[in-house]
């Protein structure tokens, strides 16, 4: 069973940055695309970045120019940085792992961008 574990999010200020985790087992990372998303109070879940098993990576428009996503496959660990970070920015992150026609979800962290 492939199991998907976040880490990294917390409070920071408008203009901090911060770096989320995504920690996968029990699968073959390396061919999985890697994805994350967020989820403000009272909207839907968007796609923020997305990296496929080729490292071909995709942002959200609100992303570009700000956040980062990298993968390293030795460590089965995919990464979020997020620099100049806004109050909109702030959302519970989940971590998406898919391959073929499965697809697996981490419990999300929470982002909070307040000052």
């Known amino acids: 069973q492939v199991q998907l574990v976040e880490s990294g999010g917390g409070l920071v200020q408008p203009g901090g940055s911060l770096r989320l985790s995504c920690a996968v087992s029990g699968s073959i990372f390396s061919s999985y695309a890697m994805g994350w998303y967020r989820q403000a109070p009272g909207k839907q879940r968007e796609l923020v970045a997305d990296i496929t098993s080729d490292n071909i990576t995709v942002y959200a428009d609100s992303a570009k120019g700000r956040f980062t996503i990298s993968r390293d496959n030795a460590k089965n660990t995919v990464y979020l940085q997020m620099n100049s970070l806004k109050p909109e920015d702030t959302a519970v992150y989940y971590c998406?792992?898919?391959?073929?026609?499965?697809?697996?979800w981490g419990q999300g962290t929470q982002v909070t961008v307040s000052s």
């Open positions: 998406n792992a898919r391959r073929y026609s499965f697809a697996y």
